[in-house]
């Protein structure tokens, strides 16, 4: 194992990178084998320090000698370097990243490993946006929040364009999925939550307000961009909660709208 050189683009060992560009074969969509894949040194480094367990890497060499240290205790995974028009040739476009790694998707965490932290945790609805997602999965992670739960509707975090938008990140935030809905949202209050649903509905609480109502540990829900959250969610909620804004703004990107209430949170402790 170790260091291999691939002088072929029809060769089989990288055969997880390959075809990345086409939709139904793409290995970390549903109909291909459901890899997670790593683009770019931030990202790749990333995954080597998660507990995603790591297949194999692909990449220029001078992308495998930044991550040199990074990469201490995994002689035995496969380190495939290639041109940089071989690469192009497997993955099926020129990948100015110049590095990919592949993983397998380890056992689902629970919704009591993604809640047995501290801070704040986000539950989404119906966001299936890969880019909003992953963006929502970096934001989490810069501002303290503890998990993410994804309820119906969601994409798959560990999409190639999430993971890229998350800069790796949907890798360290832990998530897990509600599968009883909304009867997941009273188990979240059984475990000590507040859950505070988002809406620009009038009458819901400015968020500078929520921790008058709401001191401990808040679940934040956050429903799709556009429709938002269905009025069954926002009933199973213990309060409805609002960004304040000038009139005439009505609403804000689902990641944007996030990342003011993770902030909010952060500042107020």
């Given at each position: 194992?170790?260091?291999?050189?691939?002088?072929?683009?029809?060769?089989?060992?990288?055969?997880?990178?390959?075809?990345?560009?086409?939709?139904?074969?793409?290995?970390?969509?549903?109909?291909?084998?459901?890899?997670?894949?790593?683009?770019?040194t931030v990202v790749v480094a990333r995954l080597l320090a998660s507990r995603y367990p790591v297949r194999a890497l692909l990449g220029v060499s001078?992308?495998?000698?930044?991550?040199?240290?990074?990469?201490?205790?995994?002689?035995?995974?496969?380190?495939?370097?290639?041109?940089?028009?071989?690469?192009?040739?497997?993955?099926?476009?020129?990948?100015?990243?110049?590095?990919?790694?592949?993983?397998?998707?380890?056992?689902?965490?629970?919704?009591?490993?993604?809640?047995?932290?501290?801070?704040?945790?986000?539950?989404?609805?119906?966001?299936?946006?890969?880019?909003?997602?992953?963006?929502?999965?970096?934001?989490?992670?810069?501002?303290?929040?503890?998990?993410?739960?994804?309820?119906?509707?969601?994409?798959?975090?560990?999409?190639?364009?999430?993971?890229?938008?998350?800069?790796?990140?949907?890798?360290?935030?832990?998530?897990?999925?509600?599968?009883?809905?909304?009867?997941?949202?009273?188990?979240?209050?059984?475990?000590?939550?507040?859950?505070?649903?988002?809406?620009?509905?009038?009458?819901?609480?400015?968020?500078?307000?929520?921790?008058?109502?709401?001191?401990?540990?808040?679940?934040?829900?956050?429903?799709?961009?556009?429709?938002?959250?269905?009025?069954?969610?926002?009933?199973?909620?213990?309060?409805?909660?609002?960004?304040?804004?000038?009139?005439?703004?009505?609403?804000?990107?689902?990641?944007?709208?996030?990342?003011?209430?993770?902030?909010?949170?952060?500042?107020?402790?």
């Open positions: 194992m170790g260091v291999i050189h691939i002088d072929h683009s029809g060769d089989p060992r990288v055969d997880d990178f390959r075809d990345l560009s086409t939709a139904d074969r793409r290995p970390d969509r549903p109909g291909g084998r459901g890899l997670v894949i790593a683009e770019g001078r992308r495998f000698a930044e991550l040199a240290g990074d990469l201490a205790g995994f002689e035995d995974v496969p380190q495939y370097v290639a041109s940089a028009e071989t690469m192009a040739d497997v993955v099926g476009f020129h990948l100015n990243r110049g590095i990919l790694a592949v993983a397998d998707r380890p056992a689902p965490l629970t919704v009591s490993e993604v809640t047995g932290g501290t801070g704040p945790i986000a539950v989404l609805e119906g966001v299936g946006d890969h880019e909003n997602l992953g963006a929502l999965f970096r934001n989490a992670a810069a501002l303290g929040v503890g998990g993410v739960l994804l309820g119906p509707g969601c994409s798959d975090p560990l999409y190639r364009r999430s993971v890229r938008v998350s800069m790796g990140h949907v890798l360290r935030v832990p998530f897990g999925h509600l599968a009883d809905w909304p009867g997941g949202l009273h188990d979240l209050r059984a475990r000590g939550f507040t859950v505070a649903a988002f809406t620009p509905r009038p009458g819901s609480i400015p968020l500078p307000a929520l921790r008058e109502h709401a001191p401990g540990r808040v679940a934040l829900l956050f429903g799709a961009e556009g429709p938002g959250l269905t009025e069954t969610a926002l009933a199973a909620a213990d309060h409805a909660v609002r960004i304040p804004m000038p009139a005439g703004v009505d609403s804000l990107n689902i990641a944007t709208a996030a990342a003011v209430a993770f902030y909010e949170l952060a500042r107020g402790g």
